[in-house]
């Protein structure tokens, strides 16, 4: 698959001309030129990379699933959904996005069974009524055709390269459904992950207590859900059940400089997941 995407990153280009020329006026900017491919899933390359991006995506709950078998199961499935990679397709995924057929999986894959009760039980946590008693009761339904999408990619990744993803995902769909293949689904499950700002560890007694007494706002680590969210049926953020377990030394960053991962989930109807993706390619590059 050819190049879709193309970056240029550089220096901030809106610092005062007075002090740039007082800090650096010899210095010329830098300008790093990264070329962003998408590919489809490929069973020789991508098992590690797609393991990896699951574990952040599912976070400190991502031992409560069996990943190899999740990855196998969207590597398998190489013509909906794409990686995305610099340089090479040999080298390792930067981002994924993929939708699994949730009736269609339930009694075969054991891991599918387990994110069956895993999302049904964190909607229920949820603080939207709507999402606690809907999404129990669809993923049993078999009459509802639930589509449960998987997307992730590093933190440095820039925003801009998702909507394509998004955008190709749509198209493979539609493509898959006049082959009469089993994605013509009544709704979206988007799994995805916020944060809430919470005391840190390197904060003064002080702001502690100012922490601790005012109420967290959800932030998003994937800027477009905030957009997506406009769209949904009902979506709401969750605790991890393995939060207070121990932890990673990059997680514990997190922690002491006062961040709080939470899970996150939208509920979006079929009649209007295009113009959600849609929207999020607007919202994108309006931001950018």
Not at 67 to 78: F, G, K, T, V, Y
Request: charged fraction near 30%.
């Amino acid at each position: 698959m050819g190049k879709k995407r193309t970056r240029e990153v550089q220096d901030d280009p809106t610092v005062d001309k007075m002090d740039e020329d007082d800090s650096s006026s010899d210095e010329d900017m830098d300008i790093v030129n990264v070329d962003f491919e998408l590919f489809n899933y490929d069973s020789q390359i991508d098992f590690h990379g797609i393991k990896t991006l699951l574990r952040q995506l599912f976070d400190s709950d991502a031992q409560l699933f069996d990943l190899s078998a999740l990855s196998d199961m969207i590597i398998e499935q190489n013509t909906i959904g794409s990686t995305c990679k610099v340089d090479d397709k040999a080298n390792d995924a930067y981002a994924f996005l993929t939708v699994l057929n949730i009736q269609e999986h339930r009694d075969k894959k054991p891991v599918i069974k387990d994110l069956i009760s895993y999302l049904s039980q964190k909607a229920k946590q949820t603080d939207d009524a709507k999402l606690a008693s809907t999404v129990p009761e669809l993923l049993a339904s078999d009459k509802a055709v639930v589509g449960l999408v998987l997307a992730e990619r590093l933190l440095n990744m820039p925003a801009e390269v998702i909507p394509p993803m998004w955008s190709m995902m749509i198209d493979e769909i539609e493509a898959a459904v006049e082959d009469k293949e089993p994605y013509e689904f009544t709704h979206y499950l988007v799994v995805s992950r916020t944060y809430v700002e919470v005391a840190s560890a390197l904060d003064d007694e002080r702001k502690i207590k100012k922490a601790r007494e005012s109420s967290p706002q959800l932030q998003y680590f994937h800027p477009e859900d905030e957009e997506m969210r406009k769209y949904a049926l009902a979506s709401g953020a969750y605790g991890f059940t393995k939060e207070n377990e121990a932890v990673a030394d990059s997680k514990r960053a997190f922690q002491e400089l006062g961040v709080k991962p939470q899970g996150f989930m939208m509920l979006i109807e079929a009649s209007k997941f295009e113009r959600a993706v849609k929207a999020v390619g607007e919202y994108v590059g309006s931001a950018a």
